[in-house]
């Protein structure tokens, strides 16, 4: 499991550069530029030049950085995880992935990048969004196609269109494809996102879709506003009860291998190797905050 | 690089700028700056843009700044921008990222 904490991921339009230039002030566990979407055709150039050169600032060395490239099938594309790669991104996300060739294509292309610009081999990482029925249909090969992949996510808008329905309050539409891609995530060992809550006046349905995913077992949430941030960091954060039982658990492992012994109790029940791992997830999620 | 025709790239947003590239008559760079901070930053303002002109391989071309407090990244962005487009024209996005 990795330990890193991805529970927001905050979508930043690439053109837009007031944005660009203030997003580092909050508290987002990522930030998500976007060349693809929420850009205009007439802008791509221009704001694949203003993210390129915000990478670079130091203001955002200290934050992990994710770029929604345009799809490689696109006059775009190619230019995007050219710049991308050069400026040292983090993550590159693939929007509307379908098949595992379109991972194994765009590895190839961030490989030729490294190379090209001498960047560490294997340095960027990369996030596969998948949006269409087909999309969940290979989920599975998605999420074992490359060793670059941090994790797979939904993305919601495209998938239902493709479903010929339309989002619900209760989310019930989705619920299929998000099993299908927690299960894909977690088979291959890696992270599940989920899509967007784009009504971002609506605290309590946002609080309601992201309380359903966390209980899923999901990574954490792309976010469109950064008002989304603490709510969600909120649902994800452990309670004090589940703080001080983590704490015990740690406490009991460690006297247990002070007296050598493999498998140790606490209050009755075995403390053994997942249960260890889950108390240090649980206070490494503390850092953050404790639910009220 | 050498400029063939007139182009814009940004917006006049706090925290952009709008830049405007033509062809030059002479063999010369001219720079026109007006800025939301002016009076403290047109000098830094004209390091960051001539240093990028110059990172571009551009000898000649007149190039004005409409500047409403852009940090020094969106400057460059949109100095870039706007001389691909007078420059490439359609062929913008062919950029050859090792020239930047």
Same mark, same amino acid.
């Given at each position: 499991m990795?330990?890193?904490?991805?529970?927001?991921?905050?979508?930043?339009?690439?053109?837009?550069?007031a944005?660009?230039?203030?997003?580092?002030?909050y508290?987002?566990?990522?930030?998500?530029f976007?060349l693809e979407?929420?850009v205009?055709?007439?802008?791509?150039?221009?704001?694949?030049?203003?993210?390129?050169?915000?990478?670079?600032?130091?203001?955002?060395?200290?934050i992990e950085?994710?770029?929604?490239?345009?799809?490689?099938?696109?006059q775009?594309?190619?230019?995007d995880?050219?710049?991308?790669?050069k400026?040292?991104?983090?993550?590159i996300?693939l929007a509307?992935?379908?098949?595992?060739?379109?991972?194994?294509?765009?590895?190839?292309?961030?490989?030729?990048?490294?190379?090209?610009?001498?960047?560490?081999?294997?340095?960027t990482?990369?996030?596969?969004?998948?949006?269409s029925?087909?999309?969940i249909?290979?989920?599975?090969?998605?999420?074992?196609?490359?060793k670059r992949?941090?994790?797979?996510?939904?993305g919601?808008?495209?998938?239902?269109?493709?479903?010929?329905t339309?989002?619900?309050?209760?989310?019930?539409?989705?619920?299929?494809?998000?099993?299908?891609i927690?299960?894909a995530?977690?088979?291959?060992?890696?992270?599940?996102?989920?899509t967007v809550?784009?009504?971002?006046?609506?605290?309590?349905?946002?609080l309601q879709?992201a309380?359903?995913?966390?209980?899923?077992g999901?990574?954490?949430?792309?976010?469109?506003?950064?008002?989304?941030?603490?709510?969600?960091?909120?649902?994800?954060?452990?309670?004090q009860?589940?703080?001080?039982?983590?704490i015990?658990?740690?406490?009991?492992?460690?006297?247990?291998?002070?007296?050598?012994?493999?498998v140790?109790?606490l209050?009755?029940?075995?403390?053994?190797?997942?249960i260890?791992?889950?108390?240090?997830?649980?206070?490494?999620?503390?850092?953050?905050?404790?639910k009220? | 690089?050498?400029?063939?025709?007139?182009s814009?790239?940004?917006?006049?947003?706090?925290?952009d700028?709008?830049?405007?590239?033509?062809?030059a008559?002479?063999s010369?760079?001219?720079?026109? &700056?007006?800025?939301s /901070?002016?009076?403290?930053?047109?000098? *830094?303002?004209?390091?960051?843009v001539?240093?990028t +002109?110059?990172?571009?391989?551009v000898?000649?071309?007149?190039?004005?700044?409409?500047?409403?407090?852009?940090?020094?990244?969106? &400057?460059?962005?949109? /100095?870039?921008?706007?001389?691909l487009? *007078?420059?490439?024209g359609e062929?913008?996005?062919? +950029?050859?990222?090792?020239a930047?």
């Amino acid at each position: 499991m990795s330990q890193k904490l991805r529970r927001s991921m905050l979508f930043v339009p690439g053109s837009n550069a007031a944005m660009l230039s203030s997003s580092f002030i909050y508290d987002a566990d990522a930030i998500m530029f976007d060349l693809e979407d929420s850009v205009s055709i007439r802008e791509k150039d221009t704001a694949r030049l203003l993210v390129y050169n915000a990478l670079q600032h130091p203001l955002y060395d200290d934050i992990e950085t994710v770029v929604r490239v345009n799809s490689l099938d696109t006059q775009f594309g190619k230019a995007d995880v050219l710049a991308m790669v050069k400026a040292g991104v983090d993550v590159i996300r693939l929007a509307k992935t379908d098949t595992l060739q379109d991972v194994l294509e765009m590895e190839m292309m961030i490989e030729q990048a490294e190379m090209e610009f001498g960047r560490e081999l294997g340095s960027t990482k990369m996030l596969a969004a998948i949006e269409s029925a087909m999309g969940i249909n290979n989920a599975v090969a998605i999420a074992n196609g490359s060793k670059r992949l941090i994790g797979i996510a939904l993305g919601a808008e495209d998938y239902v269109r493709d479903l010929r329905t339309q989002r619900s309050a209760e989310g019930i539409e989705l619920l299929f494809a998000r099993c299908s891609i927690l299960q894909a995530a977690r088979a291959a060992g890696i992270m599940a996102f989920d899509t967007v809550y784009s009504d971002s006046a609506n605290e309590e349905g946002f609080l309601q879709e992201a309380s359903l995913i966390h209980g899923l077992g999901f990574d954490g949430k792309s976010l469109i506003n950064p008002r989304q941030i603490e709510l969600l960091h909120h649902v994800f954060a452990p309670s004090q009860a589940d703080v001080d039982h983590a704490i015990a658990v740690i406490e009991a492992a460690e006297e247990g291998e002070r007296q050598g012994t493999g498998v140790v109790s606490l209050n009755g029940k075995m403390v053994d190797g997942p249960i260890i791992e889950r108390a240090r997830w649980t206070l490494e999620r503390a850092k953050s905050g404790i639910k009220r | 690089m050498e400029i063939f025709q007139r182009s814009y790239a940004g917006t006049l947003e706090s925290s952009d700028l709008l830049v405007e590239v033509a062809p030059a008559y002479e063999s010369s760079i001219e720079v026109e &700056i007006s800025s939301s /901070v002016e009076k403290q930053f047109e000098h *830094a303002i004209r390091r960051v843009v001539m240093t990028t +002109l110059d990172e571009l391989g551009v000898k000649s071309a007149r190039i004005s700044i409409n500047d409403k407090g852009a940090l020094d990244c969106v &400057i460059r962005a949109r /100095v870039q921008a706007a001389v691909l487009r *007078a420059a490439q024209g359609e062929e913008c996005h062919q +950029l050859v990222w090792g020239a930047i």
